[in-house]
């Protein structure tokens, strides 16, 4: 299965984590952002994923931001996405 995950400058840190652990199991695209210092717009991001679902180069997406709503609605503006907020506390 291949995924894509992408996130924003604030969801940076988390993207690292996950990305080592789904590499196990999945084929893990990484679309960016890169770092945590730059400031990015998280609709670029949730496009670039968008994108890869729509043309079919993936078969599922994660998106993180800093609050994971932003990102959530940007990603639905496509028709053929279907994206939610999904979290649990530790």
């Given at each position: 299965?291949k995924?894509?995950?992408?996130?924003?400058?604030?969801g940076?840190?988390?993207?690292?984590?996950?990305?080592?652990?789904?590499?196990?199991?999945?084929?893990?695209?990484?679309?960016?952002?890169?770092?945590?210092?730059?400031?990015?717009?998280?609709?670029?991001f949730?496009?670039q994923?968008?994108?890869?679902?729509?043309?079919?180069?993936v078969?599922?997406?994660?998106?993180?931001?800093?609050?994971?709503?932003?990102?959530?609605?940007?990603?639905?503006?496509?028709?053929?996405?279907?994206?939610?907020?999904?979290?649990?506390?530790?």
């Amino acid at each position: 299965m291949k995924i894509a995950i992408a996130s924003d400058h604030a969801g940076f840190d988390l993207k690292s984590l996950l990305i080592p652990e789904l590499n196990q199991k999945y084929q893990i695209i990484d679309l960016g952002c890169h770092n945590s210092q730059t400031s990015v717009d998280y609709p670029d991001f949730a496009n670039q994923v968008a994108q890869k679902i729509i043309k079919k180069e993936v078969d599922l997406g994660i998106l993180i931001c800093g609050s994971g709503i932003g990102i959530s609605i940007a990603a639905n503006r496509f028709k053929e996405v279907r994206a939610a907020l999904c979290h649990n506390q530790k």
